[in-house]
């Protein structure tokens, strides 16, 4: 078994990548298999943040007609609730797991403070932040980038149902390419619907590199934080 190349990763998981097939809700097959993962990379002594997505259950931009930021808070929501079963898929393996939310609510989870994250990781134990950041009109890849910052995260592994980025969009284009590594102006300049351009600026401006990869293999999350060359990396030039 290779060493991690790695001691402190961001996952980015997005709510999608929770629901499977079904393209909505949470799979219980999927996130037993996800957490498994985390399990075995957790017990070669990486210490692991996690990002979840909501998209599987809400998304703030189908509130068509609603007030933006109403919608926005339920997307959140719809990440504590991701945040919560994988917590729970993750201490049926004997991991142990703390959920951190933006927006408090203390009877469910801990309010985000960024040393008690850090202590908790340095613990061993999994960190995972939901609500975003705790405000409207920013995405959960934008929390991602800077929670990465906050906690001095070497990297961000974004997992999709792709394995990785694209020229063009392969379930449309049959002929799209894949690009192994991308410089962060690239991706800003290409329009490249990796992260949204909030997230790329900030993990440009903090020289946070981010590994793209699909979650549609097994032990993806392995393979990449030995080093694997899978996916996409985008970097400084």
């Given at each position: 078994?290779?060493?991690?190349?790695?001691?402190?990763?961001?996952l980015k998981?997005?709510?999608?990548?929770?629901?499977?097939?079904?393209?909505?809700?949470?799979?219980?097959?999927?996130?037993?298999?996800?957490?498994?993962?985390i399990k075995?990379?957790?017990?070669?002594?990486?210490?692991?943040?996690?990002?979840?997505?909501?998209?599987n259950?809400?998304r703030?931009?189908?509130?068509?007609?609603?007030?933006?930021?109403?919608?926005?808070?339920?997307?959140?929501?719809?990440?504590v609730?991701?945040?919560?079963?994988?917590?729970d898929?993750?201490?049926?393996?004997?991991v142990?797991?703390?959920?951190q939310?933006?927006?408090?609510m203390?009877?469910?989870?801990?309010?985000?403070?960024?040393?008690?994250?850090?202590?908790?990781?340095?613990?061993?134990?999994?960190v995972?932040?939901?609500?975003?950041?705790?405000?409207?009109?920013?995405?959960?890849?934008?929390?991602?980038?800077l929670?990465?910052?906050?906690?001095?995260?070497?990297?961000?592994?974004?997992?999709?149902?792709?394995?990785?980025?694209y020229?063009?969009?392969?379930?449309?284009?049959?002929?799209?390419?894949?690009?192994?590594?991308?410089?962060?102006?690239?991706?800003?300049?290409?329009?490249?619907?990796?992260?949204?351009?909030?997230?790329?600026?900030?993990?440009?401006?903090?020289?946070?590199?981010?590994?793209?990869?699909?979650?549609?293999q097994?032990?993806?999350?392995?393979?990449?934080?030995?080093?694997?060359?899978?996916?996409?990396?985008?970097k400084?030039?």
């Open positions: 078994m290779a060493a991690p190349i790695y001691n402190r990763i961001v998981l997005s709510g999608e990548a929770l629901a499977g097939d079904k393209g909505y809700g949470i799979s219980n097959e999927i996130i037993n298999e996800i957490a498994g993962e075995e990379i957790n017990e070669m002594g990486l210490q692991i943040a996690i990002v979840v997505g909501g998209g259950i809400w703030g931009r189908s509130g068509i007609g609603m007030d933006r930021a109403t919608a926005d808070y339920m997307g959140m929501l719809a990440t609730i991701n945040g919560l079963a994988l917590q898929a993750l201490e049926k393996k004997n142990q797991t703390r959920v939310t933006a927006v408090e203390r009877q469910i989870a801990e309010p985000y403070i960024r040393r008690r994250a850090i202590r908790h990781l340095e613990k061993g134990r999994v995972i932040f939901a609500s975003g950041i705790g405000n409207p009109y920013f995405s959960t890849d934008t929390t991602a980038a929670r990465a910052a906050e906690i001095e995260a070497e990297v961000i592994l974004l997992a999709k149902n792709v394995d990785g980025v020229d063009d969009d392969p379930n449309i284009n049959s002929n799209a390419k894949k690009i192994k590594q991308l410089s962060y102006i690239e991706v800003l300049n290409r329009g490249l619907g990796v992260m949204d351009s909030t997230a790329i600026s900030l993990c440009m401006d903090n020289k946070i590199p981010i590994v793209v990869f699909g979650l549609n097994p032990n993806n999350i392995k393979k990449v934080i030995e080093g694997q060359q899978i996916g996409t990396i985008i400084e030039e």
